[in-house]
């Protein structure tokens, strides 16, 4: 869904440990989603994408996980480094609607070490 | 993505003068989407341009807001007599094809941050 400008949710985990950010989106017509990380005075940069006839796909070190029964995305980041440190936004891309990406509010997760 | 290509990073501006913003997308790309970021918000998006059209301004504020992408040369964000809350992050991403099918991505420049004075 779209912000309305509230703080950005935090994730807090320990370098090494696994992390799990979470995305629920809007549109049930949602066809293909995108998971970006953004570090701080960067732009986005793509991670990993999945299409809606898919409910998982593995990259390196990341996986996302789609329930198109309750609208919700998941990102699974195996063990953590510092340089995960960033925050993660999900996009979702709507092909009838022009074909532009919806993003989400973001998560922003901090690695301690 | 360190491909598409916005100038400049940074851009002061008082009240009711313009801001122009610059995005050269990469090379071979001729879409270009542009997005306002607010602090601790995610990409709200704006406009979608292919050379020399306007596809979806959907996003744009109905005043004051322009975009264009000519035949040559990098597509312009142009903001009219800026007020404060204009002052936002400004992102273009480009792709070589439209965003109607999977595994289409866009690549996103370093953005140009907005101060309204």
């Known amino acids: ?113 | 993505n360190a491909g598409v290509m916005q100038n400049p990073r940074h851009l002061v501006r008082r009240r009711g003068q313009e801001a122009r913003l610059r995005c050269s997308p990469m090379k071979g790309h001729s879409h270009v989407y542009w997005y306002r970021q607010l602090p601790e918000e995610g990409l709200k998006f704006m406009v979608y341009l292919q050379k020399e059209n306007i596809i979806d301004e959907s996003g744009m504020p109905k005043e004051r807001f322009s975009a264009e992408f000519p035949k040559e040369g990098p597509s312009i964000l142009r903001i009219q007599q800026v007020v404060r809350g204009d002052s936002a992050a400004y992102f273009c991403a480009s792709s070589p094809n439209p965003m109607t099918g999977a595994n289409e991505k866009l690549f996103f420049g370093s953005g140009t941050q907005l101060s309204v004075l």
Not at chain 1, 18 to 26: R, V
Not at chain 1, 45 to 69: A, E, Y
Not at chain 1, 85 to 94: D, G, M, P, T
Request: hydrophobic share 35%; with cysteine.
């Open chain 1, 1 to 113: 869904g779209e912000s309305v400008g509230l703080h950005l949710p935090t994730l807090s985990v320990q370098e090494g440990d696994n992390s799990i950010i979470n995305c629920a989106y809007s549109n049930s017509a949602s066809d293909y989603f995108i998971w970006y990380k953004q570090e701080s005075g960067k732009g986005p940069q793509f991670i990993i994408d999945i299409r809606s006839n898919m409910d998982k796909r593995q990259g390196q070190r990341v996986t996302v996980l789609l329930n198109k029964t309750v609208k919700h995305l998941s990102l699974q980041i195996a063990a953590t480094q510092p340089g995960d440190s960033a925050v993660y936004f999900c996009a979702e891309l709507i092909y009838n609607q022009g074909g532009k990406l919806i993003f989400g509010q973001g998560t922003e997760l901090s690695v301690k070490p």
